[in-house]
């Protein structure tokens, strides 16, 4: 049977690299989700009432990818690997929003293949006879601006809008010296230093079902998409983009990798 804790602003529900032999429910509080590099915490999102905390983990068997650390005095439900999968079977909703998760997951993939085979397509179309794949292309009466919203990205990609001439678009990292290229390269790769904020294959602007949305390619320190993180520490790996201006931000918050992505 699930026991429920009581946690004070300060407590360290889990650290990074702990095993994932448990699940949150958080009741009411507030947690924030930190990535450790030594001395240093970077804060990527944060995880409130009402949402659930570590269970990718424990669905993949994997290790704890980031700290937990309590905002607010609060409580949360504890559940075994088991009772968690109990909770599912017994949950349409829950089990509806693990399978849409994980779906999302693969179709992003298949994203990024189709990406490079529209890639290739185009670029023999442009040979051929200079003329761009539709499919590639956004809706002819929708333009997508990628645009620098801070000063360091700035110094890194210009002041001009970069226009998304293509879907899916990628976000990612240059390599540095000896380091493996990601399996697609980015549409969109930018020079950062270690202790590096963006990842080599980061978000991921594409479209599902006649919408754009951001998809987090799991990158290690996530992606906050008008305030809303997603990534592997938390619920969601995509966040929805509205008409009119959106705010993405790579690397957690506080990053320098601060877009603003327009859409009209």
């Known amino acids: 049977m699930a026991k429920s804790i009581q946690f004070k602003a300060g407590d360290f529900l889990f650290r990074r690299g702990d095993a994932s032999n448990c699940v949150f429910w958080i009741r009411h509080g507030e947690i924030e989700v930190l990535r450790e590099n030594g001395d240093n915490a970077i804060l990527i999102g944060h995880v409130r009432g ?4 570590g269970e990718m983990g424990v669905i993949e068997g994997r290790s704890r990818s980031a700290t937990a650390r309590a905002v607010s005095d609060g409580t949360a439900e504890v559940l075994t690997p088991q009772e ?3 909770r599912v079977s017994r949950d349409a909703s829950l089990a509806r929003g693990l399978i849409q998760r994980l779906s999302i997951r693969l179709r992003t993939i298949e994203d990024k ?4 085979l529209l890639l290739s397509t185009r670029e023999a179309e442009l040979v051929e006879n200079g003329a761009p794949s539709s499919e590639a292309l956004p809706n002819d009466n929708e333009r997508i601006l990628l645009t ?3 000063d360091s990205l700035r110094s890194r990609i210009g002041p001009s809008p970069i226009q998304v001439g293509q879907l899916p678009f990628v976000v990612g990292r240059l390599p540095i010296n000896g380091e493996a290229s990601p399996p697609r390269s980015p549409d969109l790769s930018i020079d950062d230093q270690p202790p590096f904020r963006l990842s080599r294959d980061h978000f991921m602007i594409s479209r599902s079902q006649g919408r754009l949305l951001v ?4 990158s290690t320190l996530g992606t906050v998409v008008n305030g809303q993180p997603i990534g592997h520490d938390f619920m969601r790996d995509t966040a929805l983009l509205n008409h009119g201006e959106n705010r993405v931000v790579a690397g957690g918050w506080g990053s320098a990798f601060e877009f603003i992505v327009s859409i009209g």
């Open 113 to 116: 293949i189709a990406g490079d």
């Open 50 to 53: 009402g949402e659930w905390l």
């Open 84 to 86: 968690f999968l109990d």
């Open 148 to 150: 620098a919203g801070s």
């Open 215 to 218: 998809s987090d390619l799991g």
